[in-house]
Structure formats: structure tokens, C-alpha cells
């Protein structure tokens, strides 16, 4: 007896022990947790407060360097001059010509964009089966994935000569021909944007107008695009920004000819265009030309950040929720 009330007297001290050091265990992770607790939102402040501070530092940069460029060139020539010829003596810093061949393109590519993104989002959306919407939507996001650059050279290389063969008097470097190849590149934006607007739409408002006894064509112009339109003109309006800050395919296809026209099948200058030109160029630092630089990228930063300023407006104005 004395034996056996000796082993539960064993028994019994181990189990105090177990239960200590797991009472130990438990107050190191409960302080771990604690600190870890304390401290992530202060990580996750350091993290947003970066990002924001990267884009006053941006935003800073331009500001400062674009007043030194309009203390030689003054800011109502710049913005009514027709004439940009930036090297020689008689300068002449006139931006219409990179505004309109800016946004000549971003329209070509547009008017390339809207129709086809938005039909084949309503295809994915309304039509296709889960099989083909499995199979269809990889395959057109791969187009977001190829390099910009593939594009440009896609655009000199075999857009330009097709079009020439319609177009005669289309020439070698033209702003038709990037525009086209812009417009494809963003086909995955205004599709997928668009597509998502489009899912997010009850089915209950489809299946009623079906049995009122609506075709699938009148439940898709009259029902679905009506209860998504701020997500569809949102993917326009970012597809917009997106074709106004492409570089590498208008660099590489429009030319660097700096016409003010609106003549599509001439060579022409966009703003970021100009911005590699002058970037790769031989511009002396503290030069007027040098500074112009930064002129032209302050412009781009204001038209992309009304663009953006518009797609939010739009998508709180039309905003349905379900």
C-alpha cells in the first residue's frame, strides 16, 4: 500500500510540473502574441505611410524643377505653342503637339478597346459556359502579360506594313498604328474590369426579367450593363489612363516627329515619348531643355491623376450595391 501511495504521490507531482511549465509556455506565446499585436499596426503605418510619402516625394520632385522650367518659358506658351523644337537657338517649347499626340492615340486605342473589351465581357459573363470562361479568361490575360515593348515592335514591324497596303500615304513612323496595337494591349483591362462588374449582379434581377418574358440579349443591354455601368465606365476610364502613359510602343512606332496635327497616318510625338527622347538625349542638367523634362512628365502626372479622380467619381456616383 505504502509503494502504491507513493507512485500516485509521483504521479501527482509530475503532473504539476507538466501543468507549470504549460502554464510557462502559455504566458511566452501569450507575450509574443501581445508584442506581435502591439507592433503590427505600427508595421502596416510604416508601409502606407511609405507609399504615400514615395508620392509627395514625386510629386515634389516635379513641382520644384517644373518651376524652374517656367521661369525661362512662360506657362501660356507652353500650353498654347504649336511649335516644339527644343534644340537650337531660337528654342521653342510649345506642347500641343505632345498633348495632341497624346491623346490622338489613347482615342485610337479606345475606340479599339471599348467595343471589343466590352463584348467579350459580356460574352464571358452572359454566354459562355464555366468550361469556356475556364478556358477563354487565362488565355486573354496572357495579352496583359506581354512586355510593352514586344508590342511596339509588333507595331512597326507588322501593323505599320498591313496597314500600308490599305493606306498608302500611311507612313513608315505614324500614330495610327501604335494606337491599334495600344487599344489590343488593353483589351484584358476593360474585359476583365468589365466582366467582374458584370458577375457581381445578382442573378435574381436576371432570372426576374426572364420571366417577365425579356430575351437573354434584352436581360444583358437592359438589365446587366444598366446595374454595372459604374464598373464598366470605371475599366474605361482606367484603360484611358493606361493608353495616355504607355511609352515603349509609341516611342518604338509613332516617331519622334513633333507635327501638330490630326492627321493619324503622320509620324507623331507623345508625352513620354518626348520624356525618353529628352531622358536618352544629350540634355545639359540646370538647361532649359533639361527642365522641360520634367514641364512635360508634370502635365502627364495632372492628366493621369484626373483620369483616376474621374473613374472613382464615376464609380461612386453609379454605384449599385446588392
Not at 445578382?202 to 417577365?212: C, H, I, T, V, Y
Not at 507623345?270 to 502635365?299: H, K, N, Q
Amino acid at each position: 500500500m505504502k509503494g502504491v501511495f507513493n507512485l500516485d504521490k509521483t504521479i501527482e507531482n509530475n503532473k504539476k510540473v507538466n501543468v507549470r511549465e504549460l502554464i510557462e509556455q502559455n504566458k511566452r506565446s501569450v507575450t509574443i502574441t501581445t508584442v506581435l499585436e502591439k507592433l503590427m499596426p505600427k508595421i502596416l503605418f510604416t508601409i502606407a505611410t511609405i507609399s504615400i510619402l514615395t508620392t509627395a516625394g514625386i510629386l515634389f520632385t516635379l513641382l520644384t524643377e517644373t518651376i524652374e522650367f517656367f521661369k525661362d518659358v512662360p506657362f501660356i506658351e507652353f500650353f498654347t505653342g504649336t511649335v516644339l523644337k527644343p534644340l537650337g537657338e531660337h528654342a521653342q517649347f510649345g506642347v500641343l503637339p505632345l498633348l495632341t499626340g497624346t491623346l490622338i492615340s489613347s482615342a485610337i486605342a479606345m475606340l479599339v478597346a471599348i467595343p471589343i473589351g466590352l463584348m467579350t465581357a459580356i460574352y464571358l459573363s452572359e454566354y459562355a459556359s464555366d468550361k469556356v470562361r475556364r478556358a477563354l479568361k487565362p488565355m486573354l490575360e496572357i495579352l496583359a502579360g506581354i512586355p510593352t515593348i514586344v508590342y511596339g515592335f509588333f507595331a512597326f514591324t507588322f501593323v505599320t506594313p498591313l496597314l500600308t497596303n490599305i493606306i498608302p500615304s500611311l507612313q513608315p513612323t505614324n500614330i495610327l498604328s501604335p494606337g491599334i496595337v495600344m487599344g489590343i494591349m488593353i483589351i484584358p483591362m476593360v474585359a476583365s474590369l468589365s466582366e467582374d462588374a458584370m458577375s457581381s449582379v445578382p442573378n435574381s434581377m436576371r432570372e426576374g426579367a426572364l420571366a417577365l418574358g425579356a430575351t437573354r440579349l434584352e436581360v444583358t443591354w437592359k438589365v446587366v450593363v444598366p446595374a454595372a455601368i459604374s464598373g464598366i465606365i470605371a475599366s474605361f476610364v482606367l484603360g484611358i489612363s493606361r493608353a495616355i502613359g504607355e511609352t515603349m510602343i509609341v516611342t518604338i512606332a509613332s516617331g519622334s516627329s513633333k507635327n501638330f496635327t490630326f492627321d493619324v497616318t503622320q509620324s507623331m510625338q507623345t508625352m513620354t515619348a518626348y520624356i525618353v527622347e529628352v531622358t536618352g538625349g544629350d540634355a545639359p542638367a540646370g538647361s532649359t531643355l533639361y527642365f522641360s523634362l520634367y514641364a512635360v512628365a508634370m502635365t502627364l502626372f495632372v492628366f493621369t491623376l484626373v483620369m483616376n479622380l474621374f473613374a472613382q467619381y464615376i464609380s461612386r456616383k453609379f454605384r449599385e450595391e446588392y
